[in-house]
Nanobody
Framework: QVQLLESGGGLVQAGGSLRLSCAAS????????MGWFRQAPGKERDLVAA???????YYANSVKGRFTISRDNAKNTLYLQMNSLKPEDTAVYYC?????????????????WGQGTQVTVSS
């Protein structure tokens, strides 16, 4: 049984930083791409950043230069370092495992999801 558990969300002022973590179990973590999605109230769930099994990364334009995705395969853990946070980054953030090794942007391509962690950025 695959389980993903996010942590590290919270309330931060604009310009601040947070680091999200996602602990994975039940799958050979290193064989799959992983991603961070976010969903704000009334909006769709969008891909923020993703990383392939080989370490290639993808970032949404809105977070390029501010967010960094990384993975520690030995610890089965995915990270998202978020700097220079803005109020528009406020959302529930989810980690997810891809069905394959490569990165794609469609939520349907990701088969397991965490429960989400709330990130709130105050102005």
């Amino acid at each position: 049984q695959v389980q993903l558990l996010e942590s590290g969300g919270g309330l931060v002022q604009a310009g601040g930083s947070l680091r999200l973590s996602c602990a994975a179990s039940g799958r050979t973590f290193s064989n799959y791409a992983m991603g961070w999605f976010r969903q704000a109230p009334g909006k769709e769930r969008d891909l923020v950043a993703a990383i392939s099994s080989g370490g290639n990364t993808y970032y949404a334009n809105s977070v390029k230069g501010r967010f960094t995705i990384s993975r520690d395969n030995a610890k089965n853990t995915l990270y998202l370092q978020m700097n220079s946070l803005k109020p528009e980054d406020t959302a529930v953030y989810y980690c997810a495992t891809h069905r394959l090794r490569l990165v794609t942007t469609r939520p349907d391509d990701y088969d397991y999801w965490g429960q989400g962690t709330q990130v709130t950025v105050s102005s």
